[in-house]
């Protein structure tokens, strides 16, 4: 028996879509910093702390590798949502694990962002929100930051289905003073408004303390960047228990075990080490400073920061042509092509070696000219 050929029946329809739901036609994906398989790379892309993680949470990780790695892991992490309770000084009812922040974003779009009227969130911010709306389908406004880039507060006191921002924010690394956040948030009852404080470490004070004074404030982290995780991948919010509630209803409805052995062991680690979490960001919020400075010698101009990478722009040099001039000497920034930002490169703040290397290609590259 011979089969009719595919083409023949769909002739207009690439066999590779036409099982597609109709969602995935409408969605453009997030797309994230490049990982280059390139030797001798000074990668500054992607804001990947250049410190590796605690000793504690290798050790931790090592000890997990047994014959009970055959079992399943805690489908609550309990053991994990004690450690980040008794860090921020809240109660494990008040705390939410994921699977890489981004998973928790997802979790609480899902469950808390979906309303009649619009989320609100920057325009220049954290490029995953729209195509989280995309994907369940929410209504959404992009706020104009101020001519410096800041977050106007003043500008969200509209109707809104809820509010969202990276605090500092990405990939500006402009941060928001608590005070403006509990403004908002005081103006704002009836709407949940997230938090995303994926940098907060390196140079601001978290809105968690905010948490138990406001039930509709969410506060998510991650542990990717000041606990030097970012391969491990473990996120988390914390908020009202109500809220925490309708992310676990979603959680335990789309995946029950987010987190493995060895993610919750790390984490849990992680957490406990202080003194190893202070050196390192102590040690990235200097060389920030310093990183900053050099910049400016060499006639950049930087936007204030407070996380581990930095904006910047030279006024005589095109962004997309440097960051492109930079990669060809080997070294990694990212550039985005978006309008009011095409000019500027988003640096990670590296190690001295990796700062250094890149203020002399800079410098290079600018006596080319």
Known sequence: MTLPNAELIYPKIRASHRYWSPVVHRLTPYVPGEQPKISQLVKLNTNENPYGPSPQVLDAIQAELSDALRLYPDPNAERLKQAIADYYGVTPAQVFVGNG???VLAHIFQALLQHPAPLLFPDITYSFYPVYCGLYGIECIAIPLAEDFS??????????GGIIFPNPNAPTGCLLPLADIEWLLARNPDAVIVIDEAYIDFGGETAIVLVNRYPNLLVTQTLSKSRSLAGLRVGLAVGHPELIEALERVKNSFNSYPLDRLAIAGAVAAFADREHFEHTRQAVIASRMELIGALQKLGFETLPSAANFIF??????????LAAAL???????????????????????????QNAALITTLGQILAEC
């Open 101 to 103: 922040s981004d998973e």
């Open 312 to 321: 910047t722009r030279h006024p005589q040099r095109n962004g997309a042509e």
């Open 151 to 160: 977050l106007r507060v003043a500008d969200y006191l509209r109707p809104n």
């Open 327 to 353: 990669r060809e000497h080997r070294v990694i920034v990212r550039h985005f092509r978006q309008s009011r930002i095409d000019q500027f490169l988003r640096i990670t703040v590296g190690n001295p070696a």
